[in-house]
């Protein structure tokens, strides 16, 4: 039953840093995707991965890349961290974009 | 016009009370439409979809009103444990993935 699992669960970073943020989901499922979340803004789609193979970008895609490593693995890449990217994190993963989605617990980043 | 609005809140109702959400949407062409529930520094989880007739689950009904193009969540008989942010979730005006609103805070009080 482990669903959707993201690593780690809490990452301090500098600014200039990288950083990889890890997800793999056990479902089978086509589509993965990664949001943020700040306080009064809600979850924002950063980018999504509709099927193995294909990465698009979501709402807010600069500072950060993609990669769908296979159809279970998608990691999110930030090459030079800022404070602006202090976030919670969330992968989640759904059979197709328009039925519900299964999220990790989140990654809880803060770029000082 | 956002394409998810909701209320904000916080909504704070005793136990036992009967609360309602209403969410309203933009894309007149949306077909999928679903609740999650969002419990402080969780991940979201989802609590229900919601289908063009109406439905039920427990104490929890969804309701869609396609001409005014608004979702409601009515919860019944408050528990403490219904205490959550409540996330309005529909597809997007143009994209793939669903688009989420902001939420709307539930406490329910002793």
């Known amino acids: 039953n482990a669903g959707v699992t993201q690593t780690p669960k809490f990452q301090v970073l500098k600014t200039g840093q990288s950083m990889t943020l890890q997800c793999a989901q056990d479902?089978?499922?086509?589509?993965m995707y990664w949001y943020r979340q700040d306080p009064g803004m809600g979850l924002r789609l950063i980018y999504y991965?509709?099927?193995?193979?294909?990465?698009d970008k979501g709402e807010v895609p600069n500072g950060y890349n993609v990669s769908r490593l296979n159809k279970r693995e998608f990691s999110l890449r930030l090459e030079s961290a800022a404070p602006s990217q202090t976030s919670v994190y969330f992968c989640?993963?759904?059979?197709?974009?328009?039925?519900?989605?299964?999220f990790g617990s989140g990654t809880r980043l803060t770029v000082v | 016009r956002k394409e998810v609005e909701q209320d904000p809140g916080p909504f704070n109702v005793p136990e036992g009370a009967t609360v309602a959400f209403n969410c309203t949407y933009s894309?007149?062409?949306?077909?999928?439409f679903f609740w999650y529930r969002q419990d402080c520094r969780k991940e979201p989880k989802l609590l229900m979809s919601?289908?063009?007739s109406g439905n039920e689950d427990g104490r929890f009904t969804a309701q869609l009103n396609r001409a005014s193009q608004y979702i409601s969540l009515l919860i019944r008989d408050s528990k403490l444990s219904d205490s959550a942010t409540y996330l309005c979730?529909?597809?997007?005006?143009?994209?793939?993935?669903?688009?989420f609103g902001k939420g709307t805070s539930l406490l329910v009080t002793p």
């Open positions: 894309n007149s062409a949306s077909q999928s």
């Open positions: 989640a993963s759904s059979e197709e974009g328009t039925v519900g989605y299964t």
């Open positions: 991965s509709a099927s193995e193979g294909t990465t």
């Open positions: 919601v289908y063009s």
């Open positions: 979730v529909v597809t997007p005006n143009s994209g793939y993935a669903l688009n």
């Open positions: 479902m089978n499922h086509n589509s």
